[in-house]
């Protein structure tokens, strides 16, 4: 058996079906593969999952797109590549709570931001703001990772980032009205999320690899055409959710059901435009830097470096 190390974004959650339905189902161990799944509970997001897998310490990990380009443009880390799309559709959003008058991105000018403290994340949230007609002028606070849900609903941030199908999902049951601002419906092409991210010498050995990747999109199909099944499968195998409600996972599912694959009916799959235009947004931006703050231009930074579709089972 092939011993293979996987990093997750946050806490098991419905993002992160496919995986352990592929685990649960023998996919994986179909292909002869050993597979591990790591909260980063595990840490308390004391490391992030691309610097895991930058290190060694994993073989693949789950992060947005604003991973691979943090990683290929500093003069630290070694470079990583994005392997497969977890997601077609970006089913995330900067919210509010409801009743707080902040109903716009605009209106967040003075107000209280709960960030993750990645590289690109604050300026990403401050050109949405100004992308609304504001000034982008909101306080930034980096409260502990897997805690900062709670700091919006305990009134310590005035807007987070979250993930709609978990968070929103959880607050519609608990009767708490959200503002959702969706980073496409105010010009911000926001690119893939999540992804799963490898270094380039697991890519040059990828037997397993591609092996993982068939088992995985073989999960994900699981998931979207048996919602129900998959969401007790992930209640049933995933240990330290967050919110294990049987009820709760079977909503939550539903709700990403027709994110997962791509309009041909392939997981995994990545597209030159959606990166291109992506990159070059954050350099028309002044997003996109190097770590002391230089511009860099989008030439210098081509998306065939950042990705790769070679090893999807459709490829």
Aim: charged content about 25%; glycine content about 8%; overall charge negative.
């Amino acid at each position: 058996m092939t011993a293979i190390d996987l990093a997750l974004d946050w806490t098991p959650n419905t993002n992160h079906t496919g995986f352990y339905v592929a685990l649960a189902e023998g996919y994986y161990a179909d292909r002869g593969l050993d597979v591990s799944i790591h909260s980063p509970a595990d840490d308390d997001y004391e490391t992030t999952p691309a610097k895991q897998v930058a290190t060694g310490e994993v073989t693949l990990a789950i992060a947005p797109s604003e991973s691979v380009i943090s990683y290929q443009t500093h003069p630290d880390y070694p470079s990583l590549t994005a392997v497969a799309a977890v997601c077609q559709e970006d089913k995330s959003a900067i919210v509010t709570l409801g009743d707080s008058g902040l109903d716009r991105p605009a209106e967040l000018d003075g107000h209280r931001y709960a960030s993750y403290d990645a590289r690109f994340e604050d300026h990403i949230v401050r050109q949405l703001v100004r992308n609304d007609g504001g000034d982008g002028d909101i306080d930034i606070s980096t409260p502990p990772k897997l805690g900062i849900w709670n700091t919006l609903l305990d009134g310590e941030a005035d807007a987070t980032w979250v993930f709609m199908p978990w968070e929103g999902v959880l607050a519609a049951r608990d009767g708490i009205d959200l503002n959702a601002f969706y980073l496409d419906e105010y010009d911000v092409p926001y690119g893939y999320t999540p992804l799963l991210l490898a270094r380039p010498e697991t890519i040059d050995d990828g037997d397993a690899l591609g092996d993982f990747l068939a088992a995985t999109a073989r999960g994900y199909q699981f998931a979207v055409d048996n919602p129900d099944r998959a969401a007790e499968i992930l209640g049933e195998t995933a240990e330290g959710m967050d919110n294990g409600d049987p009820d709760f996972l079977r909503e939550s599912q539903r709700e990403l059901t027709d994110a997962y694959l791509t309009a041909d009916g392939g997981w995994g799959t990545m597209t030159h435009d959606r990166w291109d235009a992506f990159v070059e947004w954050l350099a028309d931006t002044d997003i996109l830097t190097t770590v002391d703050g230089e511009p860099i231009p989008a030439e210098e930074l081509p998306t065939t470096d950042l990705y790769t579709n070679e090893l999807l089972p459709d490829a």
